[in-house]
């Protein structure tokens, strides 16, 4: 699909909501993991498409698949790249490079539910993250680029969730 065609769908998506807001609200495709036995799982989406996960061999994995934590870094940086080339479309700009790389430290300590020295069990989730765009487009002065991928990230789903703490109801069926 062309720059032209992504903005165009865009604004007929826009013109639509604005005359029905509540259809803006919606349901998000469920995500479904099954466990494969040992560390590997295997993450579904209704429409067929399918990606295995594994652990590193430290951890009792094979190492021959991505592990969860990077599938989630990896889903923050192609949100954030979708949404920063939308709104390029959007502006009429023709990118020539858009790479977003989203790299972050964790403690394996708590993936494997250990506590600290003071007694409290160390947090699993990633300690930081960075998110880092490189942007390039002819004669796009390096202010708007810059602009336009702030503005990309700020309306992009998944690093929004991540900046802004979603909450995560747990619900538990035992079988």
């Not at 005359?19 to 067929?48: F, I, K």
């Not at 002065?141 to 990309?152: H, I, T, V, W």
């Amino acid at each position: 699909m062309s720059m032209q065609d992504i903005a165009a769908a865009m604004q007929r998506a826009q013109a639509a909501l604005e005359r029905r807001p509540d259809m803006g609200l919606h349901d998000d495709a469920p995500a479904t993991a099954r466990w494969q036995g040992g560390v590997r799982v295997e993450s579904s989406h209704a429409n067929g498409t399918a990606m295995l996960t594994d652990m590193p061999c430290e951890l009792g994995g094979s190492g021959d698949r991505v592990t969860p934590g990077w599938l989630f870094r990896a889903g923050i940086a192609s949100c954030a790249a979708t949404s920063i080339a939308m709104s390029a479309a959007a502006e009429g700009i023709a990118l020539g490079t858009l790479e977003v790389r989203v790299s972050s430290r964790s403690d394996t300590r708590g993936v494997i539910g250990m506590a600290g020295t003071d007694g409290q069990e160390i947090y699993a989730g990633p300690r930081d993250m960075q998110l880092q765009v490189r942007i390039a487009a002819e004669g796009v002065s390096p202010e708007r680029l810059r602009a336009l991928a702030e503005a990309g990230v700020r309306r992009s789903p998944i690093p929004s969730a991540t900046q802004n703490a979603t909450p995560l109801a747990l619900q538990v069926e035992v079988a």
